[in-house]
């Protein structure tokens, strides 16, 4: 049997323009649109297994799925979104965008059930004008948001919501509101811009523009394309920012959740006019976001605006969703290797550890560094009474309470894609099962198996019913982390191939054909903040395992702003360690790993899969401020004139497994 083998570098972007978008197996972009290389496959063809399932399944029992019981005071039927007299901004929205996803991609029906009659109001509230949603104001009410209800910004989630909806039934109601809804901004937006109510619009109209084009390819209605630069021209120049200024190297010079959903607009726009300019704004912006704001979690300081990559500084949650969803977005129209390997950075290492075990808590703030979850007032830019970084369904800020629930099921929606060679492509890894057209229309299903990102084996399952042969092309992406992959199939080894590109597998294929892939993952470092280093093995960051002393906190002094209660949490072991310093080879040998049974749920201290041994030192002088970690020294520290500490042993685990931690370490001689 031959193969025929194509390795797509990312060095290039993967550009195939295809002449009719009604030959394709999917809706591809109609011209003068540029064709993404990945295409999105409709909600619910993607069904995650093994840890990623149990995460929706703890998402459906716990908060996503029980929201309206949790928080009655936004989520009931007084919300605007349900036509009441309630919160009419951005939270009832925020809520359904992952409540929508979860109950399709499980196939609930309560869950189904209780997102209808949000999308019901939304479809039938549209006036003769066009103009959706609620648009009354109401007087001042303590712990809703009551005003500004024609803001173009809570539309934009809501835009969102109507797309998956669409996505997952097919309901052509959508697409009659949507066109009618887009008329209204063409005329209304010269006279009332994006940041006409508030600012928030301005900064975060790529989601209202990815609508526009998502619909231009489904009616090819012309003045969408006139819509589209419009709403360009009134969004925050995200290009020029990061191309011509100094802006993400200066503290406070732009809010992070902003940043994190907003910055994903130059490319959006560059599916509709691909210049160059774009793609490298995107690059830069990554490149400096990374360098003057970067820490080990794949986030970066921001609380609220950008706060630099001192490992104590805040990483909001709501900037853990929007970041992966701006990937997730990214990945699609570009190819690029380097934004699955950020999405997976943030999945695997900032969002698990963010939310409870029951996923009815969160965290508002995660530290890189932290050791000391109490109420008290940080060195934060925006501080929340004290209770940023407590656990609690409502501490710090309520935004992430409706905005946490986006982020699993869009992963999940991600991890498998349609290609424009009429193929199917597995871009981000986790178990799951996918079905798909490929090749001239014939239904695939593709059983993906894997431990990742706890281990470095994936076995894909190819069944097809319809067809003995189907030739297509597959995609599988090889990380950047990865020095050398091997490809099997059925058992033969088919390639090895390095880090940083995607692999096409093109053969006909029959049922029952099975693809291996192998990423050996090795142990290294990466270097922040002060010198200190993060201990890394494949995507996954890993922690100093503190113990914990968790105590739960009845908040009797503000319940309506953060809750009726939170958690706190204490170290019960030493903290200030810092890593020997050793040369790269001896780092990595001086390591050593524990393997255990990988359980359903993975993501707590005791449950990690994977422990690391490393050799470390006690640093006395490294106490706690303002209940954190002090000012963590500058390395390397040669200990003159400082007792001499003993060296010993520490356990790391994965950094999503943690909630007291020191994932960013001082070296000591």
């Known amino acids: 049997m031959k193969f025929k083998l194509l390795l797509v570098l990312v060095s290039g972007l993967a550009i195939t323009t295809l002449a009719n978008a009604q030959t394709a197996n999917y809706t591809t972009s109609r011209a003068p649109l540029r064709q993404n290389p ?19 399944i703890r998402q459906k029992n716990g908060a996503t799925g029980k929201l309206d019981e949790l928080y009655p005071l936004v989520m009931n039927r007084r919300n605007g979104w349900l036509g009441g007299d309630g919160d009419q901004w951005e939270r009832g929205p925020y809520w359904i965008d992952g409540l929508l996803p979860l109950a399709y991609i499980l196939q609930d029906k309560a869950l189904i059930a209780k997102v209808k009659p949000w999308v019901e109001w939304s479809i039938k509230s549209q006036q003769p004008d066009g103009y959706f949603g609620p648009s009354k104001d109401y007087p001042y009410e303590a712990g809703i948001q009551r005003d500004n209800s024609r803001d173009w910004w809570p539309k934009m989630v809501m835009l969102k919501v109507l797309k998956q909806y669409y996505m997952a039934t097919g309901d052509k109601r959508v697409i009659g509101l949507l066109t009618n809804y887009f ?7 010269p006279t009332k811009p994006l ?8 900064l975060r109209g790529g989601d209202n523009l990815m609508v526009v084009y998502w619909l231009y390819n489904i009616t090819g209605d012309k003045f969408l394309l006139d819509l589209a630069d419009l709403l360009h021209k009134q969004t925050y120049n995200f290009t020029g920012e990061f191309l011509d200024t100094d802006m993400l190297t200066r503290m406070g010079s732009i809010h992070g959740v902003n940043l994190a959903q907003g910055m994903k607009e130059p490319l959006i726009y560059y599916q509709h006019h691909p210049e160059k300019k774009y793609v490298d704004a995107m690059k830069k912006g990554f490149h400096d976001l990374t360098k003057y704001n970067g820490m080990a979690h794949g986030l970066y300081g921001g609380d609220e605006s950008l706060h630099g990559n001192n490992p104590t500084q ?4 709501c900037s853990a969703v929007e970041m992966m969803f701006t990937l997730e977005s990214s990945l699609e129209i570009t190819g690029d290797v380097d934004y699955a390997d950020r999405l997976e950075k943030i999945a695997f290492n900032a969002l698990p550890t963010q939310t409870t075990e029951d996923y009815l808590n969160r965290q508002y703030f995660q530290q890189a560094n932290q050791v000391m979850l109490t109420r008290h007032v940080h060195n934060f830019d925006v501080n929340h009474a004290g209770t940023d970084v407590v656990y609690g369904l409502l501490s710090g800020f309520p935004c992430c309470t409706s905005n946490m629930h986006q982020g699993w099921p869009k992963f999940t929606q991600n991890l498998w894609y349609a290609t424009d060679d009429r193929g199917i492509a597995a871009l981000v890894y986790s178990a799951s099962e996918v079905t798909s057209k490929v090749a001239d229309g014939k239904e695939i299903t593709f059983k993906e198996e894997t431990n990742y990102p706890f281990d470095e084996n994936i076995k894909f399952t190819l069944t097809s019913k319809k067809a003995k042969q189907l030739s297509f092309p597959f995609h599988l992406r090889i990380p950047a982390w990865c020095k050398n ?4 199939v059925n058992g033969q080894e088919l390639q090895q191939a390095k880090g940083n590109q995607i692999v096409k597998i093109d053969r006909q294929w029959k049922n029952g054909d099975v693809v291996e892939l192998q990423l050996p993952m090795h142990i290294y470092k990466n270097f922040w903040y002060e010198n200190s280093v993060s201990v890394e093995r494949g995507p996954l960051v890993y922690a100093l395992k503190i113990g914990e002393e968790t105590r739960l906190v009845k908040n009797d002094r503000d319940p309506i702003a953060y809750g009726k209660e939170y958690y706190e949490m204490r170290p019960t072991t030493p903290w200030n360690y810092g890593l020997v310093a050793l040369d790269d080879n001896k780092f990595q040998q001086s390591i050593s790993i524990d393997k255990k049974a990988i359980p359903l749920y993975p993501w707590t201290p005791d449950n990690a899969p994977l422990i690391l041994k490393a050799k470390a030192k006690r640093i006395p002088d490294w106490k706690l401020y303002n209940d954190m970690t002090g000012p963590i020294p500058f390395s390397v520290i040669y200990n003159e004139g400082m007792p001499n500490q003993p060296e010993e042993v520490i356990t790391l685990i994965p950094y999503g497994c943690s909630r007291l931690r020191i994932s960013q370490f001082p070296q000591v001689r």
């Open 314 to 317: 805040g990483s909001e949650l």
């Open 195 to 202: 940041d006409h109510w508030t600012f928030w619009a301005r």
């Open 183 to 189: 008329k209204y901004q063409l005329k209304e937006l």
């Open 485 to 488: 992959a091997v490809i099997k």
């Open 38 to 56: 990945y295409i999105e496959l409709p909600l619910g063809a993607i069904k995650p297994q093994g840890w990623l399932r149990e995460m929706l």
